[in-house]
Structure formats: C-alpha cells, structure tokens
C-alpha cells in the first residue's frame, strides 16, 4: 500500500502545488493543513495571528496536525512553521515519509511574496526576515526529512513525479 506523503518546507517552496499534483497521481486525498486550520477556526491565517498571535495559530497547527496521526492515503502540505514545535515533528513522522520540497532562496522569496497575504513577513524589511526565518529553520527541515528535494530546476509538473520515485526508493528500502 502507498504511504502517505508529508510535504515540509518554507513558504513559496510549491507544497500546496505539489502537493495536489502528487494527490492526483497516488489517488491519495490532498489534505493541507492551513486549510484545515482556517477551517477548524472559521477565520483567515491572518485574522488568527492578529487575535491570537503565532502562538494562538501554532496551537491550532499543533492540534490539526494531532488530528491526522492515524489517518491513511493522504497527502500532507503543511505550513512552513509546522516543524517548529517538538510535538508536530514527532506527529509528521508518524503522518508519512516527510518530504522537504526546496529551492533557491531567491525563488522562495518572489513566491512567498507574490499572495502578499504571509503575516510572518508583513514586516518592515520582508527580505531580512525571510532571510532570518530560513537560516533559523533549515537544520529543522533537514533533520525531520526523509529526503530534499530541490525543486530549483525542475519543472513544476516533473517534481511531484519525481518525488514519488524518490519516496518509492525510500519506501522499497525500508521493506
Ligand atoms: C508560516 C507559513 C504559512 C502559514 C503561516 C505561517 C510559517 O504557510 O502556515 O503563515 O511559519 O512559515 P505556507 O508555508 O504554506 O506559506
């Protein structure tokens, strides 16, 4: 039986993307985890950052994420904060095989800018903050993933094809 997959990564990486494009190919059910936040909340990402801070959203991150331990055939795009808590790593790797989808960060940028709806980078100097936030993150991704990969040169419908060969790999190895 297919695993599910888990896609971790910072804004703009191209989860929710790759994510549904990897969802038609495994016949998995495309589960993204601000969407389910969203909905739980009945409110906007931003409206919960401005009432209830990043906390008040990791709380809810961590319980929406809790909820989908156990449940087969999906796959997961997560937010790109969703691997700060201890207690949301532990949760992915139970999830899936947890995929780290990346590139250049210059392309993580433009991307992440261009919804202009990131409440993280509504800041006065976005560039320096994105810059921080992904220095800060990086060891994160790397240590929880199962594999990365960088999606800088690909095209968009070649690397969920080739993110399903690489966690089949992965997947066949294990036995
Ligand atoms: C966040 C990323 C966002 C969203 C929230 C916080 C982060 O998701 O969860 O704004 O901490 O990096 P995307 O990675 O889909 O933009």
Partial sequence: MLPNFVLIGFMGCGKSSVGRRLSSLTGHRFVDSDDLIVKTEGRSIAAIFDA???EGFR???????????????????TGGGAILREANREALKKIGIV???DSAPQVLFERAMRSGKRPLLQTGNPRDTFDRLLTSRLS???TIA???FDS???EQDEVAKKVLD???RIQSQRG
Avoid: N, P, T
């Fill in 52 to 54: 209830s801070g990043e």
């Fill in 59 to 77: 709380d809810v991150e961590q319980r929406v994420l809790a909820d989908l331990v156990g449940v087969a055939g999906i796959v997961l795009s």
């Fill in 99 to 101: 995929v780290w989808l």
């Fill in 140 to 142: 994160i991704y790397e």
């Fill in 146 to 148: 199962d594999f990365r």
């Fill in 152 to 154: 800088s040169h690909v």
């Fill in 166 to 168: 690489q966690a089949m």
